[in-house]
């Protein structure tokens, strides 16, 4: 069992940056690829990012390479997602997530991972 536990969102001004953190629990951090998914009001859940478990290999939504950055500390059992150039559009609900994977196979989709956090919100004003 793994626990998450995000961290650092807030409101921003459309042009500025935050840095998220995903705390994780036990001692088995570095066996999971971990996921950062979003979600909008009224939208549905949407794949944002991801890292294997090495921090070797990395995939990004189309609409934020570029501006988003993703890495792990293994030591520390923390995912960040470094988020820079907001826009209004990068509001909603951030989540991390935790993927027990055979297999890199870059895992965009929700039903491949087996743990989530609670979520901290982000807000990008315009």
């Known amino acids: 069992q793994v626990q998450l536990v995000e961290s650092g969102g807030g409101l921003v001004q459309a042009g500025g940056s935050l840095r998220l953190s995903c705390a994780a629990s036990?001692?088995?951090?570095?066996?999971?690829?971990m996921g950062w998914f979003r979600q909008a009001p009224g939208k549905e859940r949407e794949f944002v990012a991801t890292i294997s478990w090495s921090g070797g290999s990395k995939y990004f939504q189309d609409s934020v390479k570029g501006r988003f950055t993703i890495s792990r500390d293994n030591a520390k059992n923390t995912v960040y997602l470094q988020m820079n150039s907001l826009e209004p559009e990068d509001t909603g609900v951030y989540y991390c997530?935790?993927?027990?994977?055979?297999?890199?196979?870059?895992?965009?989709?929700?039903?491949?991972?087996?743990?989530w956090g609670q979520g901290t919100q982000v807000t990008v004003s315009s």
């Open positions: 997530a935790a993927g027990v994977l055979r297999q890199w196979v870059i895992p965009t989709s929700d039903y491949e991972y087996d743990y």
């Open positions: 036990g001692r088995t951090f570095s066996s999971y690829a």
